[in-house]
């Protein structure tokens, strides 16, 4: 091979890296799957425990343990940075963001506004 065919040939390969999506290790589906597992356990206990009473407080943990949990799925699992296919994958990480605030306040919302309208007889009990 001549020199010049080389440089090609290893500008290529440098080119084709930087723009490649990055792969899972084992140890990465390893610790993303623990940390998925303690992140469910760890809402779960706290309700069946009863540690916190306070039911809005209960709701609040329980979203914010919901939230970072689609930041390891998205981290661990979907193999999301700000290097992969140019950029891209932040804004759908802002976007995931967006609908995830909306669908969680909406929810909250709709469940708060079901309780104190539909059910009057059971706050005289």
Known sequence: MSG???RVESHHAENHDAHAAPHGSL???LTGFVLSVVLTAIP???V?????????LTALVI???AAVQIVVHMIYFL???TRSEGGWTMMALIFTIVI????LSGSLWVMYHLNANM???MHRM
């Open 4 to 6: 010049s065919q080389n």
């Open 27 to 29: 140890r990465g589906y």
């Open 44 to 46: 779960f206990w706290l």
């Open 48 to 56: 069946m425990n009863d540690m916190l009473g306070n039911s809005t």
């Open 63 to 65: 979203m914010a343990f």
């Open 79 to 81: 193999h999301m940075n």
């Open 100 to 103: 995830v605030v909306i669908a």
């Open 119 to 121: 059910m009057p007889d």
